[in-house]
């Protein structure tokens, strides 16, 4: 249930960067090679990249690392735009990703997330995401009554 929650939190966290509903910007194609097969190497380069101006923004003081301060920051920030309610995109969950539990989230803690969230979404376990598995992800991304 932990794993559930974590995902589901971190998938709140990952559609901060993503284009808001209704704006008729869809998110990227992972399927590179429009092979009509998402691998986990293209999962992981079309997740990297949103995560890395996802964690760099939320870094303020660009040490590397995100405590739960520049995680609340972030949340205010997300919140005066509109892009959040209280608490922001996945709230204090993002602090779970602390895997060594030392008080901040690094980016190889917040890019290991990519691997399981890849496992959660291939369904079949066929070591490939369908177009069908992408759209029912993101689906429970947004969430119910989501865009």
Known sequence: ???????AAFA????FAQAQPG?????????TDHDGKVTLAEFKASQ???QSR?????DANGDGKITQAEMDAASKRAEAAGRGGPGGPGGG?????????????TKA???AMTQRRFDMADTNKDGWLSKGELLMMRQRM??????
């Open 48 to 50: 990297g990249e949103r």
């Open 93 to 105: 969950m993002l602090m779970r990703l602390d895997a060594n539990k030392d008080g901040a989230v």
């Open 142 to 147: 947004r969430g119910p009554g989501g865009a």
């Open 109 to 111: 803690e917040m890019g």
């Open 12 to 15: 709140a966290i990952a559609t």
């Open 1 to 7: 249930m932990n794993r559930i929650l974590l995902a």
């Open 54 to 58: 996802m964690f760099a923004r939320m």
């Open 23 to 31: 704006s008729g910007r869809e998110p990227p194609n992972p399927d």
